[in-house]
C-alpha cells in the first residue's frame, strides 16, 4: 500500500479551507481552546497543537543560539520556562497563517490513520535532542495507536541508541486488535466536513480499508494474503538446484515465478515500483520482519536494500537463494515468501 500524496495534499488545503473559511467568518483570530475544540476529531485537534508547538520550539531553539548570552544559566532555564509558560496560554493566530498549519496538521493525521507504523517510526526517529523529554510531549499529543507504539518510544527514551525500540513497534501494532483503532473509523469525523475517497487515498487499497467500505469484494478468511496465493500445482512446480535437494533445503525457481506472476490477472499485481518499500504494506512489513528474517528489522531493511540493487529479476532471486533461503531456511511455498517474490516481480515487469 502507497499514500497518494497529492490527493493527501489536496485534500488536506481543501478541508483546511473549509474548516478555516467556517471559524474566521465571524472572527479574526483562533485561540488555542478554539484549536482544541476545532473538530469532532480530537487527534486532528491535537496535531494541531503539536504543531503549533513544534514550530515554537524551533524558534525558541534559534533564539537561544545567541553567543552573546548564556541560556544554560539555571536562572535563565527558569525564566525562559516560564516565559514558556505563560505564552502558551496567549495562543492567537490569524487564518492566513493557522491555515498552513491545519493543512500540516490534516495530512499528518491521515498518514498516522492509514499508515501509523511508518508514521510513528518516523516520528520516533526524528526524536535526536533529549528523546525522553521529547517522547514524554508526544504521548501528550498522539493518542492513537497508543497502546501500540508506546512500548517501543519508552525503550527508546530509556536507551536512545539501542535500535531494538524498532522490533517492538512492529510487534506493539502487530498485537493490536481494536476495532476502534480501524482507518475508516478513525477518520469518520473527517467525513462529516469534507468526504475522503478512500481508493484514492491509497494507491493500492488496503486490505483493512476494503473490508470496511466494500466487504462484498473479499473473501472471508483471505485478508492479508488472498491476493499472493500460488496455486497448488504452481507450488508443486517450484523446485530447487540440486545442492539445495540435497541439504533438504528447496530454492526457488526465478523462470517459473516469473511464468506466474507475468499471467497473474489480479490487479494488486500490475504496476511497476521503482523501489519495493514503495509497493511493501504495513501488514507486509510486519510480517517479512517477524516470519522471514527472524523478528530483526535491521535484517529486513539491509535485505530489501541489496534486493533493490540487483539489476534483473533473476539476479534477485540469485540473492534470495543464496542469501536468505539456505540461511534463513525459509518455506518458499509460503505466503509471505510468495508476497515478497511478488514485489520483487513488480519491480522488473516492466523490462
Known amino acids: 500500500m502507497t499514500l497518494d500524496q497529492d490527493y493527501i495534499d489536496c485534500y488536506s488545503k481543501d478541508f483546511s479551507k473549509r474548516i478555516c473559511d467556517n471559524h474566521f467568518t465571524n472572527k479574526k483570530r483562533i485561540s488555542g481552546q478554539e484549536i482544541i475544540e476545532l473538530s469532532a476529531s ?23 543560539q545567541n553567543p552573546y548570552f548564556d541560556y544554560s544559566a539555571s536562572m535563565v532555564k ?8 505563560v505564552l502558551s496560554r496567549a495562543i492567537s493566530i ?9 493543512t500540516k496538521a490534516v495530512a499528518k493525521t491521515l498518514h498516522l490513520a492509514i499508515e501509523p507504523v511508518s508514521f510513528m517510526e518516523r516520528t520516533l526517529e526524528e526524536l535526536t535532542k533529549d528523546p525522553a523529554s521529547q517522547i514524554k510531549e508526544l504521548k501528550k499529543y498522539i493518542k492513537w495507536h497508543r497502546a501500540a507504539w508506546e512500548p517501543a518510544a519508552d525503550d527508546l527514551a530509556a536507551d536512545p541508541g539501542n535500535l531494538f525500540w524498532k522490533q517492538k513497534l512492529y510487534e506493539g501494532f502487530e498485537k493490536e486488535v481494536d476495532e476502534s483503532m480501524q482507518p475508516v473509523v478513525l477518520l469518520d469525523p473527517f467525513q462529516e466536513i469534507l468526504p475522503l475517497d478512500f481508493k ?27 491476493h499472493y496465493i500460488i496455486e497448488e500445482e504452481t507450488k508443486e512446480e517450484i523446485q530447487g538446484n540440486d545442492s539445495s535437494e540435497k541439504e533438504g533445503i528447496e530454492t526457488i525457481d526465478p523462470a517459473i515465478v516469473w511464468a506466474k506472476f507475468d499471467t497473474e490477472e489480479n490487479p494488486y499485481m500490475k504496476g511497476s515500483i521503482a523501489q519495493l518499500k514503495e509497493g511493501m504494506g504495513i501488514n ?5 520482519t517477524k516470519r522471514l528474517f527472524q523478528g530483526n ?21 540469485d540473492l534470495l537463494n ?30
Not at 78 to 85: G, I, K, Q, R, T
Not at 94 to 102: A, G, R, T, V, Y
Not at 341 to 351: A, G, N, P, T, V
Open 94 to 102: 490569524e487564518k492566513s497563517d493557522f491555515e498552513p498549519l491545519l
Open 284 to 288: 507486509q512489513r510486519i510480517m517479512f
Open 322 to 351: 543464496h542469501s536468505f533461503v539456505k540461511s534463513l531456511n525459509w518455506d518458499i511455498h509460503s505466503d509471505e515468501v510468495m508476497e515478497l517474490l511478488q514485489l520483487i516481480f513488480r519491480k522488473y515487469d516492466s523490462e
Open 200 to 226: 484514492r487515498l491509497v494507491t493500492e487499497v488496503s486490505e483493512t480499508i476494503v473490508a470496511q467500505v466494500e466487504p462484498e469484494v473479499i473473501e472471508e478468511e483471505k485478508v492479508v494474503s488472498s
Open 297 to 317: 528489522p535491521d535484517l529486513m531493511e539491509q535485505a530489501i536494500i541489496e534486493l533493490d540493487e540487483t539489476e534483473s529479476f533473476y539476479e534477485a532471486i
Open 42 to 64: 480530537t487527534q486532528l485537534n491535537l496535531m494541531v497543537i503539536r504543531e503549533l508547538f513544534e514550530d515554537w520550539q524551533k524558534q525558541v531553539d534559534s533564539f537561544t
Open 78 to 85: 527558569e525564566a525562559l520556562a516560564s516565559f514558556m509558560n
